[in-house]
């Protein structure tokens, strides 16, 4: 099948983020009072917008989480992302190949546009995602598991749902893809296979993703 559009998610798909920001997330929850653990984190939040921490915090505990969280840990995982952040290894080759085929690509992410846009910066990847191409949960009322943010990209874009597959890395963003209605490619490089349970393909190097969706 010729897709009409391939919709990446951002953070461990296109850029490597997500061991600098769970690892961070984990290590500032801790200090606020809430133990967690590098891997507590990747289970409950990977592929997560913000909110979600709030809310399983405030289920868990009945306790809310300081007015200022967002932002700290934000400015702690910007810093972070200038010294450490990369692309994930193959992507850029892999955009070159989808380009040169004339594959249509956007990405989607929990993250905010300034997340998703510091990350392009500082990994080079912002000469292949120009702002038409970009969207976020911050665009739409509720992020993944939900199938908003990706029925938005797909209608900003012009192509019906049927028509996209979906690229993502997460338990949660296999849960929207699939919600959406769209075809979903897991990205097990980092989470096993069974938790993205519902993709209806899987590969574990970026070399092996073009073929899959072009």
Do not use: Q
Not at 36 to 42: F, Q, R, W
Not at 72 to 96: D, T
Not at 98 to 119: E, F, K
């Amino acid at each position: 099948m010729r897709y009409d559009l391939v919709i990446f998610d951002n953070d461990g798909v296109l850029v490597d983020s997500e061991p600098i920001s769970n690892r961070l997330l984990a290590g500032y929850l801790t200090e606020l009072g809430y133990p967690t653990s590098y891997e507590d984190s990747l289970r409950d939040y990977m592929g997560a917008a913000v909110h979600r921490v709030h809310d399983l915090i405030l289920e868990r505990t009945g306790e809310r989480l300081p007015e200022e969280f967002d932002d700290v840990l934000h400015e702690r995982v910007f810093a972070a992302f200038e010294r450490e952040l990369k692309p994930v290894a193959g992507v850029v080759e892999m955009l070159e190949r989808l380009t040169a085929a004339g594959v249509p690509y956007c990405v989607a992410s929990s993250g905010s546009h300034r997340r998703i846009r510091v990350g392009h910066r500082v990994t080079g990847l912002e000469r292949w995602f120009g702002d038409e191409r970009i969207f976020s949960a911050e665009d739409v009322g509720r992020g993944k598991p939900a199938p908003d943010l990706f029925l938005y990209a797909a209608r900003a874009m012009g192509v019906a749902p049927e028509r996209c597959v979906v690229v993502e890395d997460s338990a949660l963003g296999v849960r929207a893809g699939v919600a959406a209605g769209m075809d979903v490619v897991g990205f097990a490089a980092m989470t096993p296979v069974e938790r993205l349970a519902g993709a209806g393909r899987f590969f574990f190097e970026m070399e092996e993703l073009a073929p899959l969706v072009s």
